[in-house]
């Protein structure tokens, strides 16, 4: 699937160029620009860059006022819109943005719906979620925004800062390992199509289409990934392709604990020779009961390994603990930064969209 990627702010410009470089998410990526509201952040990204808000910002970031950040980004968004290079071969557009701070929070949420307006294309969002130490700030910030991006996007796709972290390590030290491990997952996503190698392999492997089906299912979504060492003869491979779904959907998800879904797709990594069709029919029929969903697309991805790996993709995971108990910290927040009664309702008329 061709994207072109737009990183919103401090984490979203990392994340778009960690997409863009990674080695298999490369031929995936027709272009990638970074805009943010301070100078600094934008300085050593190997990716297109745009400064936006100097009036009010003065290139220095907007601090965390995620309200100023979309003022900010609605002031500029005919420039932004502009230095986005997006190609006819294009099948979606990404919009990617750390949710808890000020310039992604709030600019991805307008730069979503003005993509949406302009480009007959699908409009998806990666977003990053604060983990659960971050302070009352950052849960409020981005509760907002996704509330407003869950309308304003066709799907967001979300990334728990706590999902992915090596254990032991600071959220600050971990970052440059945690945006390897999504650029690397979800870059496998968006280049499951790419590797084709035409003649032998042929029908089961997945395309752009299956995707975006998937992902036209549910409004948040969420994505898994697991691998193991495989035998040379097929055969031998059930469990391992069982065994690798399971541990992608029930302890390597993007968003821990969410595992009911409205569609799922499941993607099989490996060396043509070695995918199990068994193991594939059974995995895939596990993902159905596990997530509760008749909805199980699927297709392989045939790489030169001598591992096999899965890779879930889940769509309509509102309903899943981790939402849950997201909405209910960003309602508490709501409380202790401005004082109001805290509230446990997802949609509680608290958490105030930004637009
Ligand atoms: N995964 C990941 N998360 C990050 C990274 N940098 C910041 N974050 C998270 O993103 C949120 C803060 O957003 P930033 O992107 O730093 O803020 P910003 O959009 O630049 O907004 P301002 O600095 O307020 O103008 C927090 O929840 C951080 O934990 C990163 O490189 N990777
Ligand atoms: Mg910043």
């Known amino acids: 699937m061709k994207v072109a990627l737009l990183g919103v702010g401090q984490a979203g410009g990392k994340l778009a160029e960690a997409l863009a470089t990674e080695r298999r998410a490369r031929p995936a990526v027709t272009g990638a620009l970074a805009v943010n509201t301070a100078t600094a952040d934008l300085q050593s990204l190997d990716v297109e860059t745009l400064l936006v808000g100097t009036d009010r910002a003065n290139g220095h970031g907007v601090g965390g006022d995620n309200e100023l950040g979309a003022r900010v980004m609605n002031e500029d968004v ?9 190609s006819s071969e294009c099948d ?12 992604g929070s709030g600019g991805a949420p307008v730069l979503v719906r003005e993509l949406s307006r302009v480009y007959d294309r699908p409009v998806y969002v ?31 796709l979300l990334v728990d800062n706590d999902a992915w972290r ?4 600071s959220l600050g030290e971990g970052y440059a390992e945690i945006n390897e491990r999504i650029a690397k997952r979800i870059g496998l996503l968006f280049a499951a199509d790419e590797t ?7 029908e089961s492997v997945v395309d ?9 299912k549910g409004t948040l979504a969420a994505v898994g990934y697991a691998a193991a060492e495989s035998s040379e003869n097929p055969d031998e491979n059930v469990n391992a392709i069982t065994s690798v779904t399971r541990n992608a959907l029930l302890t390597e998800t993007s968003l821990p604990d969410a595992t009911s879904a409205e569609a799922a797709l499941l993607v099989v990594a490996g060396d043509p020779d070695r995918i199990s069709r068994k193991g594939v029919e059974s995995a895939r029929s596990w993902l159905g009961e596990e997530t509760g969903t008749m909805q ?30 997201f909405f209910d910290r960003a309602n508490e927040a709501v409380d202790d930064t401005e004082g109001e009664d805290a509230t446990e309702s997802v949609t509680s008329d608290d958490l105030d969209g930004l637009f």
């Open 78 to 86: 005919a420039e932004v819109i502009d230095a986005l290079d997006v």
């Open 92 to 103: 979606a557009l990404v919009v990617l943005a750390g949710l808890g701070g000020g310039t």
């Open 126 to 156: 990666l977003g990053i979620l604060p983990g659960r130490d971050e302070g009352s700030l950052y849960q409020r910030n981005a509760g907002r925004s996704l509330k407003t991006l869950a309308r304003e996007a066709d799907s967001v």
């Open 166 to 169: 090596a254990s032991g390590e």
């Open 196 to 202: 084709s190698t035409g003649d032998a392999v042929g």
């Open 208 to 216: 752009a289409s299956e995707i975006i089906n998937t992902l036209r």
């Open 296 to 325: 199980v697309r699927g297709g392989d991805m045939p790489v030169d390994s001598e591992r096999v790996a899965a890779l879930v993709l889940l769509s309509g995971v509102e309903r899943s603990d981790r939402i849950e108990a």
